[in-house]
């Protein structure tokens, strides 16, 4: 049960706090009643819920989801101006563009070390399971390499070995499956000596 230093304003001044986690509420009124006299209480308390509406835009309001978007220059956002950056995002450009959306298998030896660690649980490590588990259990047929790339990227982070790429995911939703909502899927690779040599993605078991 909250305590609260309501006592100096009448019912109708006590602001309504329905449905505000008891934390934010805890935040709001974190007050002493015996070192603040009532007129500053009540601006204080008044002026501090009115801040936490409009910042969250009302309480139902604050649950609503932004769509996520992808990026309007994918391609531009897999380079960096330091060199060994870029270089390990112009590996995971390939991965993505060339591998992925290609299907292009057959060049994975340049991309992709030979022991290549994946955390996926649906596929093994090494180059071999992986170029397997595209080629003959997804039967993924080899075609042209777009000029441009057509995965939904969001955004690509690049630190020290690892590159990070996030895309756009649509799900149906759950309540409804006339309706579909967007989340963002996480691919992560470690590039060594120019190749990606360990994978961590979203992904559960199938």
């Avoid at 986690?21 to 015996?34: E, G």
């Avoid at 909502?181 to 990606?196: L, M, S």
Wanted: glycine share 6%; with cysteine; charged share 25%.
């Amino acid at each position: 049960m909250l305590t609260v230093p309501f006592a100096c304003l009448s019912a109708q001044e006590v602001p309504s706090f329905a449905g505000v986690p008891d934390r934010l509420v805890l935040a709001l009124t974190n007050v002493d009643p015996r070192k603040e006299s009532p007129m500053n209480l009540k601006t204080g308390i008044a002026a501090l819920a009115l801040g936490l509406m409009a910042t969250l835009g009302g309480v139902a309001g604050a649950w609503a989801q932004e769509a996520v978007v992808e990026a309007k220059d994918k391609d531009a956002l897999f380079t960096s101006k330091d060199a060994t950056l870029n270089a390990n995002k112009q590996v995971v450009y390939h991965i993505v563009k060339d591998l992925l959306e290609a299907g292009q298998w057959g060049e994975a030896d340049k991309y992709l070390s030979e022991r290549y660690l994946q955390h996926n649980p649906n596929v093994p490590s090494g180059r071999a399971g992986v170029i397997y588990f595209f080629t003959k259990v997804l039967k993924i047929e080899p075609k042209p390499v777009p000029e441009k790339m057509a995965t939904p990227v969001v955004f690509v982070n690049a630190e020290g070995d690892l590159v990070t790429v996030a895309t756009v995911r649509t799900e149906k939703d759950p309540k409804d499956a006339s309706k579909t909502y967007t989340t963002t899927w996480y691919d992560t690779w470690r590039i060594v000596d120019g190749k990606a040599d360990e994978h961590w993605d979203s992904a559960v078991k199938q």
